[in-house]
């Protein structure tokens, strides 16, 4: 069975730029994470999806970051413009999430974002 | 909020050596408790975890007891080897599947 993909694995570019991340999740999981993991720091939760509805999205900056999940599927996180604050590795996940209770979350591998 | 503390890094270790890595939370309610491992250049993996007081999670020779009187979910490991070098992530979930994790700890197995 694939594991989470995701796409570029590394990106450099200027301030000021736009960038987006791709995520292809482990087939017929109905969750959908983003995280951004700061050198030296554990992962912290940009953006929750149940299928296609956006559940949780208390900590995603909306003045800059933006992210979609049409049909479900993939998901495409986007940042415009790019702040030199932004470099980061930013990681998808996902998850069968059933009925209550805590299902696995499945890490991709992250893109790595530097922004210079 | 909901928080993990871990114990800083890096950690290096011969082989064969025990191993603890701390870990201390902070939550309201009960919440279920996690290592994660990030080998080099690899996405996060679950290694246990533990669902409710006084539960012990294991896999791959390590363990960690849910210690809910001291609030703490402390990695060990009786003999490790060079292939544990990793990023160790220890987490909680409060509910609503939302994952806080700590700060990781890298540990670096020498021959």
């Known amino acids: 069975e694939a594991g989470v993909v995701q796409s570029p694995r590394y990106k450099i570019i200027e301030k000021k730029q736009p960038v987006a991340f791709w995520c292809n999740p482990i087939?017929?999981?109905?969750?959908l994470y983003w995280y951004r993991q700061n050198l030296g720091q554990g992962p912290e939760l940009l953006i929750r999806y149940e299928n296609e509805e956006a559940v949780d999205d208390s900590q995603l900056p909306k003045d800059r970051f933006s992210a979609e999940r049409l049909k479900g599927v993939d998901s495409t996180l986007k940042i415009q413009p790019a702040e030199l604050g932004d470099s980061a590795v930013y990681l998808c996940?996902?998850?069968?999430?059933?009925?209550?209770?805590?299902?696995?979350?499945?890490f991709g591998p992250g893109t790595r974002l530097t922004v210079t | 909020g909901d928080s993990v503390t871990q114990m800083e890094g890096p950690v290096t270790l011969s082989e064969e050596a025990f191993l603890t890595i701390n870990c201390t939370y902070t939550a309201t309610g009960y919440p279920s408790l996690f290592w994660y491992v990030q080998y080099p250049g690899e996405g996060l993996q679950l290694l246990l975890k533990a669902t409710k007081a006084d539960d012990k999670g294991s896999n791959k020779g390590f363990e960690a007891t849910y210690r809910k009187e001291t609030t703490s979910f402390h990695l060990e490991k009786g003999s490790v080897q060079v292939s544990d070098s990793a990023v160790y992530f220890c987490a909680l979930s409060g509910g609503a599947q939302k994952l806080v994790f700590g700060q990781g700890t890298r540990l670096t197995i020498n021959p």
């Open positions: 087939s017929g999981h109905n969750t």
């Open positions: 996940a996902s998850s069968l999430d059933l009925a209550g209770g805590y299902y696995e979350q499945y």
